[in-house]
């Protein structure tokens, strides 16, 4: 185990660095985990993407020189509303918060920001991440969907990209992986399929799913949960070297 894995606690949400930590190790790039607070069916809890997203970040941040920030756990939900328990902010405040924290780290010497976002909702970040260009602090948003094809192909994760939408085999299999007292029973016999959803933006996550599940996670198992994250710290390696300079 790495010493920055050693200084986090369960579950890997909250990093534990003392700033002559920070300053000892001179990193230059910044991972900004972003979740949400959504419901994820009956077995799976709120926190499920920021969970994910701080697996992410913290498999990245022991493996790559880089400062790891604790996560933004709300986030643009509103497909989710029908469900009790789900949070949401607006697009606009997620994008000022990102913005925010991009201009604190610039004003503190680190020239560069990963955000690891959780969340397919959050289609603002990448607004935020194009506006960086020339702004003084140069920004990436990971995964993209290359980096989870290629993590999917590699663990061997059976349903497509598209019909494992939410709750399905891949987050569960993260979740068996990194966080297992945190299912609840049912994922075994929770699989739904719900491939046409042309209009899941306007009439929401309820119009194509009771239980709040379209995926199979009956499929999904620690170790598939294991190889995706493997797959993803070596993904995210390309992002390192793009903002550190070493690729034009």
């Not at 900004?32 to 994910?52: A, C, K, M, N, R």
């Amino acid at each position: 185990m790495s010493d920055l894995a050693s200084r986090l606690p369960v579950g890997g949400v909250l990093p534990a660095d003392t700033t002559e930590d920070v300053r000892a190790r001179g990193a230059r790039i910044a991972v900004l985990p972003i979740g949400s607070f959504e419901q994820h069916g009956p077995y799976l809890p709120l926190v499920t993407d920021t969970v994910v997203a701080c697996a992410v970040a913290r498999e990245a941040a022991a493996a790559y020189p880089v400062l790891l920030l604790p996560p933004l756990t709300l986030s643009c939900s509103h497909e989710h509303a029908a469900w009790p328990g789900t949070v949401s902010i607006s697009a606009a405040t997620l994008y000022a918060v990102v913005r925010d924290i991009a201009q604190s780290l610039r004003r503190s010497g680190v020239g560069a920001l990963i955000l690891v976002n959780g969340h397919g909702g959050n289609y603002v970040l990448r607004n935020v991440v194009q506006e960086s260009r020339g702004e003084g602090l140069r920004m990436a948003l990971f995964p993209g969907s290359a980096d989870w094809d290629a993590a999917r192909a590699r663990a061997g994760v059976e349903t497509s990209a598209h019909s494992d939408m939410h709750a399905g085999e891949l987050e569960t299999s993260i979740l068996l992986h990194t966080n297992p007292e945190l299912l609840r029973p049912g994922h075994e016999s929770a699989d739904l399929i719900s491939d046409g959803r042309g209009h899941l933006l306007t009439l929401g996550m309820d119009a194509y799913t009771e239980s709040g599940v379209i995926g199979r996670p009956s499929l999904a198992t620690a170790a598939k949960g294991q190889e995706l994250l493997a797959g993803l710290v070596e993904s995210f390696g390309a992002y390192v070297s793009l903002l550190s300079g070493d690729e034009a």
